[in-house]
Nanobody, 122 residues
Framework: LQLVESGGGLVQPGGSLRLSCTPS????????VGWFRQAPGKEREGVSC????????DYANFVKGRFTISRDDAKNTVYLQMNGLEPEDTAVYYC????????????????WGQGTQVTVFS
């Protein structure tokens, strides 16, 4: 069981991308979902998360006001809308599913995707 991310790519500063997270062979509606990212030479860090119900969300300070997380249970998908992208946002982005929506404790997530590359270049 794993997750599949899509939607990454190359974009200029100020541009937008929408990442999608879709599970293979399980239903995402029963899980909290988090987005994480890892830049070269850096540790993986929390970006945003959403509760199982979708009523609670959280964002890292460095993306607040620019990124929006949402879920569409009918499509079994969680999205990360990224606007106002900056070169510092360049990283591999991962989604993860677990019991608790948290940005700080990655051990709470049971399932992970392989990641999708986001590159912001000028």
């Amino acid at each position: 069981l794993q997750l599949v991310e899509s939607g990454g790519g190359l974009v200029q500063p100020g541009g937008s991308l929408r990442l999608s997270c879709t599970p293979s062979r399980f239903t995402l509606r029963y899980y909290a979902v988090g987005w994480f990212r890892q830049a070269p030479g850096k540790e993986r860090e929390g970006v945003s998360c959403i509760s199982e119900s979708g009523t609670s969300t959280d964002y890292a300070n460095f993306v607040k006001g620019r990124f929006t997380i949402s879920r569409d249970d009918a499509k079994n998908t969680v999205y990360l809308q990224m606007n106002g992208l900056e070169p510092e946002d360049t990283a591999v982005y991962y989604c993860a599913a677990g019991g608790i929506a948290t940005l700080t404790d990655q051990s709470e997530y049971d399932y992970w995707g392989q990641g999708t590359q986001v590159t912001v270049f000028s």
